[in-house]
């Protein structure tokens, strides 16, 4: 499409949300927030939408599931990534809400965050389900234990927890029962 951005070229560019979102955590953390963290709100909410709320969400964006293989190198799909920002996060993170969901069961819906070095995460739980987080690249330190790329961290339902990002940035990808956008 015209109006979505190009990938990094050598001689500079504008940026893809694709390519940044496999990029290394520093690095992804600086390149999404041009150095800066502005994108997130002060206080963060994470039961601030329900499980429903989301799905409608991705459907205004990106319509209803067509029962189609969806990648992530599929037209347009830049633009609905920009769309589907996640700004009720905690500050130092960049965060997207991936435009696929499972609705059957008790459902899953994904998240694929970039936290920038040292940024501390405050206690809070989601309340609405469970969730998984896979570190992608990076690191991220919780109860004493640094988890670095290739661990994972399951959160029950409403369970308190805080994190700290390693000192390299992480690039985490998230499976939620619940919303966290």
């Not at 050598?10 to 390149?31: H, T």
């Not at 999404?32 to 799905?55: S, Y």
């Not at 206690?123 to 234990?145: A, M, P, Q, T, W």
Request: glycine share 12%.
């Amino acid at each position: 499409m015209a109006d979505e951005p190009k990938d990094v070229q050598a001689s500079g560019g504008d940026v893809s949300r694709r390519s940044v979102l496999v990029a290394s955590g520093a690095v992804a953390a600086a390149v999404m927030t041009g150095g800066a963290t502005g994108a997130a709100q002060e206080k963060f909410e994470p039961n601030k939408l329900t499980f429903a709320a989301c799905i409608e969400r991705i459907r205004k964006v990106a319509g209803k599931p067509t029962g189609k293989i969806v990648t992530s190198r599929d037209e347009g799909m830049d633009r609905i990534l920009d769309a589907l920002r996640v700004t009720n996060i905690p500050a130092g993170f960049t965060k997207y809400q991936l435009p696929v969901a499972i609705e059957g069961g008790p459902g899953a819906q994904f998240f694929v965050s970039i936290g920038a070095p040292n940024t501390e995460v405050a206690k809070h739980s989601h309340n609405e389900g469970d969730g998984l987080r896979f570190i992608v690249s990076g690191s991220i330190i919780y109860d004493g234990k640094e988890l670095t790329s290739g661990d994972w961290m399951f959160i029950p339902k409403g369970q308190q927890y805080s994190m700290k990002v390693g000192k390299t940035g992480a690039t985490l990808f998230y499976c939620y029962s619940c919303c966290c956008a």
